[in-house]
């Protein structure tokens, strides 16, 4: 298992600047109800995941407020409301499933055209193809590009802009585990420049490690959205273990913070009720005559976490 | 508008099948300007098509915006091309997300259109001035200068079909079945001819003369006539046969030109309004 890594940024500023408000979006496709009354708030600084289950909505509300999928109910509006809908989206960068470009134009010759459209200066074509190492193959057209080539062309483009926000539909879909990891470096990297992102991801442990928000999706309907660790109200698990096991369970049994505990191969799992310090518990067990093997604290994975969520609803 | 004019043709200047398509017309154009080296043999005339009278002024302004016309189907191809691909590449889809708006979009389509039937009637008016001035037998200013009504005509009729290209792309997504679309629609206003015919023989009514300024392609074609009426030699040919074969009409009528305007305006709007409707 893996340790969750949350990222928080500055949450002290008084006005946190909104990009991105959705309010009960909802779309229907003829009797299937795609996005059901979805609501949720983007703020400048944050690393948000979109999760759910293949065919739970999300493309669709990322389409909604992308301008290429009409809504049937419902509203958005981007940047506080203070530009119209494709103004806005000059001031994004966003790539949606897969890449899209033209084939016969090289990457240089597709980056000009985005250029165009997002009404900016062509000098950081190059610096961005550098970020994601494509300048060799810069030249040679689009369709003789590799999936992952695609992909990170796609990634250079939605960040030509220096765009306020980044959106990123499933970008790892499809590649193969050196493109993986060689998009999630690229993301993680931009992520710790402050950039504000939007990741939407059927891949819990590619958006546990970026994301410190979260926007759960299940059949249209959100179940829940705010901070990754207030998904569920848990404070995690100790795992420990000594060579005196049945002391160790005598002794955790009479611990306030226990919730329950559960005997393993490789030691005991607590769950606890209320936060605990590790130097606490292992004080109080030696004095208990106890003497720890092992000791670590470890937050839910998100992917406990998920299907907890999700099965409870 | 020079925005998206150069949003487009930045599409249009890197596409293998534009370049293709544009080389094959000038290459087409060049060799009809040779046209006039041609050698034929009818009804006891013989010597070089010069020698007909075809590249007088200002006959040879309605000769070459005639017979250059049967090559914007070249053209057309392109744009249907260019429209559907950008539903098949999903770069359609693309350019909305990086922030070109539907209007825009479609509005931008609509300049290049623009823009390559502007081309097109000016490279045939100076191929046409070309012919005209090597081989016309008149040279007054104000003779070469008559008649150039041919050219705005030639322009409109371009520009309507282009736009019917943009439509057919737009709403038939796949460069094809849009071409097919296309085809199907000229085959049927084919049929609504024919049945027009039969109904104006057997009750005597006028409805094809109707249907002909209707319809977009009936309307496109008869925009510039059939010159050969005004061809001496063919003229005195047919009227050794009969005096009232040939209809010898060849000015643009105004309700082709009325008809083709309200439906390139019918095809720019729908082209919007279904972008506008369709989830991509």
Redesign the interface.
């Known amino acids: 298992m893996t340790l969750i890594v949350v990222v928080h940024y500055n949450q002290k500023n008084v006005t946190v600047e909104t990009i991105l408000e959705i309010n009960n979006l909802s779309k229907n496709y003829a009797a299937l109800k795609a996005v059901d009354n979805v609501s949720f708030k983007i703020n400048k600084g944050h690393v948000y995941g979109i999760l759910g289950p293949n065919g739970s909505g999300k493309s669709t509300t990322l389409?909604m407020v992308?301008?290429?999928?009409?809504p049937t109910s419902g509203s958005y509006s981007w940047f506080e409301g203070t530009t119209?809908?494709?103004?806005?989206?000059?001031r994004i960068g966003?790539i949606?499933e897969?890449p899209?470009?033209?084939?016969?134009?090289s990457a240089v010759?597709n980056l000009?055209?985005?250029c165009?459209?997002?009404?900016i200066p062509t000098d950081k074509i190059q610096e961005k193809l550098e970020l994601v190492d494509l300048i060799e193959r810069q030249h040679s057209p689009f369709k003789n590009y590799s999936l992952g080539m695609k992909q990170r062309l796609a990634i250079a483009?939605a960040l030509l802009n220096d765009p306020e926000i980044l959106i990123l539909d499933e970008p790892t879909n499809g590649l193969d585990p050196q493109g993986i990891r060689k998009i999630r470096d690229i993301i993680q990297q931009i992520a710790l420049s402050g950039t504000t992102i939007l990741l939407a991801s059927h891949l819990l442990d590619e958006v546990e490690k970026v994301c410190s928000h979260v926007v759960v999706l299940r059949r249209g309907k959100m179940l829940y959205s705010g901070p990754v660790d207030e998904m569920n109200s848990n404070h995690g698990i100790i795992h420990c273990d000594a060579n005196d096991r049945t002391g160790l369970l005598e002794f955790l049994k009479t611990q306030p913070y226990v919730v329950s505990i559960k005997e393993e191969v490789e030691g005991i799992k607590v769950k606890l009720s209320q936060p605990v310090e590790t130097s606490l518990v292992n004080a109080t067990a030696y004095k208990a005559g106890i003497t720890l093997s092992f000791l670590m604290h470890k937050k839910q994975s998100l992917e406990d976490q998920f299907i907890e969520l999700t099965s409870k609803n | 508008m020079r925005r998206l004019l150069d949003i487009e043709f930045h599409k249009f200047r890197h596409s293998k099948s534009s370049k293709v398509l544009t080389i094959i017309y000038l290459v087409i154009v060049v060799l009809l300007m040779l046209a006039g080296l041609i050698r034929i043999n009818i009804n006891n005339f013989s010597g070089g098509l010069s020698d007909l009278g075809i590249f007088n002024f200002p006959i040879v302004w309605h000769i070459s915006t005639y017979f250059t016309s049967y090559l914007k189907i070249f053209i057309a191809i392109v744009i249907v091309s260019l429209t559907a691909s950008e539903y098949s590449n999903r770069t359609l889809k693309q350019n909305l997300i990086d922030g070109l708006s539907k209007k825009e979009l479609i509005l931008s389509k609509v300049y290049l259109s623009g823009l390559l039937a502007l081309a097109v009637t000016i490279i045939v008016f100076i191929a046409a001035l070309i012919l005209g001035i090597i081989y016309s037998d008149y040279n007054e200013i104000q003779i070469i200068f008559s008649e150039l009504y041919f050219f705005p005509v030639f322009f409109l009729s371009h520009f309507v079909l282009f736009c019917f290209c943009l439509f057919a792309g737009i709403l038939v997504k796949r460069s094809a079945f849009a071409l097919g679309f296309l085809g199907v629609w000229w085959i049927v206003e084919g049929i609504l001819n024919l049945i027009a015919r039969w109904f104006d023989w057997k009750y005597d009514l006028n409805s094809l003369e109707w249907f002909s300024h209707i319809l977009p392609f009936n309307a496109i074609s008869n925009l510039i006539k059939n010159p050969a009426g005004r061809i001496d030699i063919i003229e005195s040919t047919v009227n050794q046969v009969d005096d009232n074969l040939l209809d010898l009409s060849y000015n643009v009528d105004w309700q082709d030109v009325v008809s083709v305007s309200i439906w390139c305006f019918l095809f720019i709007y729908w082209s919007y309004a279904i972008l506008k409707r369709r989830d991509l």
Do not use: D, T
Request: glycine share 4%; aromatic share 6%.
């Open positions: 389409g992308l301008n290429v999928v009409n119209s809908n494709h103004e806005a989206l000059k966003a949606i897969r899209n470009f033209y084939p016969s134009m010759q000009e055209l985005v165009k459209i997002k009404e483009s």
